[in-house]
């Protein structure tokens, strides 16, 4: 059933994952010179952001199997800790904070671990709810 909430949240993953393809992350200020960082700049960054975003997109529709969804958000979930490490390394390695202010952008990585989360949660109240049916039957 694609109407249940957890469908919602792993859309909401994919539109935060394209999104921070796109927004500028924050400032660079280098040399007297301000440079806006997307992550476009970034290879691996959007490797896995768009992993990301691929992955919750085809686990709304694994909502047959419901074991195999919470598998398969549980390693989404695994990514999304990868891509917001990814970006605090390339942060503090390439850029450095002291040079650095952040923009919307930089915390849409929370908000892909978060719904990423709350999906995982609805998924696993669900497979209980249904096999507390089956207990009834």
Do not use: C
Not at 4 to 32: C, D, H, K
Not at 85 to 91: M, P, Q, T, W, Y
Not at 108 to 126: C, E, H, Q, R, T
């Amino acid at each position: 059933m694609i109407q249940r909430i957890q469908t919602i949240y792993l859309f909401l993953v994919a539109i935060a994952s394209i999104s921070y393809v796109f927004m500028p992350l924050g400032n660079i200020a280098l040399n007297e010179t301000a440079q806006v960082w997307i992550i476009k700049q970034s290879m691996p960054n959007l490797i896995v952001t768009i992993l990301v975003a691929a992955i919750a997109f085809i686990s709304i529709f694994l909502y047959n199997n419901r074991k195999n969804q919470l598998k398969v958000v549980l390693a989404n979930i695994l990514l999304s800790v990868g891509l917001i490490g990814l970006f605090f390394f390339e942060l503090t390695q390439h850029i450095g904070i002291s040079n650095y202010s952040f923009r919307f952008g930089a915390i849409l990585p929370i908000f892909i671990l978060l719904f990423n989360v709350l999906a995982y949660g609805s998924i696993k109240s669900d497979e209980k709810l249904v096999r507390s049916m089956d207990r009834l039957r």
